[in-house]
């Protein structure tokens, strides 16, 4: 069974940082693209960035470009998206999502999901 979980989430002051975590379980990280959602209060899931398992090429959206790094430990199967520079505007649940490449990034298809971790900035 393929399971996707996140944590790492909470509260953090405006300017600080977080680590999201994305632990997956049957199946294997380096196989599939591995996408970053964002869905703030009241708005719609975004894409906030995405590893290819193809090429290992990364992208982000415009919104969070300059502050979060994506990156992926196949060892543990893990992938993390580390934030830093943090706005209030940044608050919302984050998903972490896997896709057969290139449709995943490209496309933004993705077959499993996690169930979310809350991240609030705010003094």
């Known amino acids: 069974q393929v399971h996707l979980v996140e944590s790492g989430g909470g509260l953090v002051q405006p300017g600080g940082s977080l680590r999201l975590s994305c632990a997956a379980s049957?199946?294997?990280?380096?196989?599939?693209?591995i996408g970053w959602f964002r869905q703030a209060p009241g708005k719609e899931r975004e894409v906030v960035s995405c590893?290819?398992?193809?090429?290992?090429?990364?992208y982000y959206g415009d919104s969070v470009k300059g502050g979060f790094t994506i990156s992926r430990d196949n060892a543990k199967n893990m992938v993390y998206l580390q934030m830093s520079s943090l706005k209030p505007e940044a608050t919302g649940v984050y998903y972490c999502a896997a896709g057969r490449s290139p449709s995943g990034c490209h496309n933004l298809m993705f077959e499993y999901w996690g169930q979310g971790t809350l991240v609030t900035v705010s003094e």
């Open positions: 590893i290819s398992s193809s090429d290992e090429s990364s």
């Open positions: 049957g199946f294997t990280v380096d196989d599939y693209d």
